[in-house]
């Protein structure tokens, strides 16, 4: 985590730099991969979820960037060591800000990151949250969603694609701007093992004509 925290510290900002994106989506991918396999996960309920990978991110996230800013996370169920309350969610369900100074509102930057979560969603749920990350402002732009077991797999490609399309069509959508899409799955747990499931995904980056998929994990 801390290796990730200190790539994340050099790379922020990057505004309008196509190639710090995709590295800093990567590296955040692997991160939080990593630490959702190493936490005991008590259910599967949309709010537990969101909550969970929300404090996870909050701890993915680096203090400050190399260029002097603070950074700090906004979400509705998440008040971390050492940074503000936050009592509800920013528009998206989690956030990383820019800023300088102590904390006023002129200190603030903008956002380094965007996160929305949709956990045991339908087609049409996931697409619901996907919109927002298209017309909001961030460096950084992660939708992560685990489709109901029904659609998962004959729905996740033609998702995808559909996705790339939407954003090619996008009006303020910029060329340089891309989105972290993560399918989250959870392996069954073995019969009469005292065991946690691991939680595996498939990874894409998606933008304008854009579309990466990422090694599986």
Do not use: C
């Amino acid at each position: 985590m801390t290796e990730a925290k200190n790539k994340l510290s050099e790379l922020l900002p990057v505004y309008k730099d196509m190639e710090g994106t995709v590295t800093a989506l990567k590296i955040i991918n692997k991160a939080l991969h990593e630490k959702v396999n190493e936490d005991d996960w008590e259910d599967d309920s949309k709010p537990y979820w969101t909550k969970k990978i929300t404090e996870i991110m909050a701890t993915i996230m680096p203090r400050k960037t190399g260029n002097g800013y603070t950074l700090n996370s906004y979400s509705h169920s998440h008040d971390g060591d050492s940074r503000r309350k936050i009592d509800n969610e920013y528009m998206i369900d989690h956030a990383w800000s820019y800023e300088i100074g102590n904390g006023d509102y002129d200190a603030f930057y903008g956002l380094a990151l965007a996160m929305e979560v949709e956990w045991i969603g339908t087609v049409d749920s996931t697409w619901t949250d996907f919109y927002k990350l298209a017309d909001i402002k961030a460096d950084l732009k992660i939708f992560l969603t685990s489709l109901q077991v029904k659609v998962y797999e004959e729905e996740r490609e033609k998702l995808i694609k559909t996705m790339v399309k939407f954003l090619s069509n996008h009006i303020h959508f910029a060329n340089e701007e891309k989105i972290l899409v993560i399918f989250w799955n959870k392996s069954t747990k073995p019969e009469g093992l005292n065991t946690s499931p691991d939680y595996w995904n498939t990874s894409y980056i998606v933008g304008k004509n854009f579309l990466e998929k990422l090694a599986s994990l």
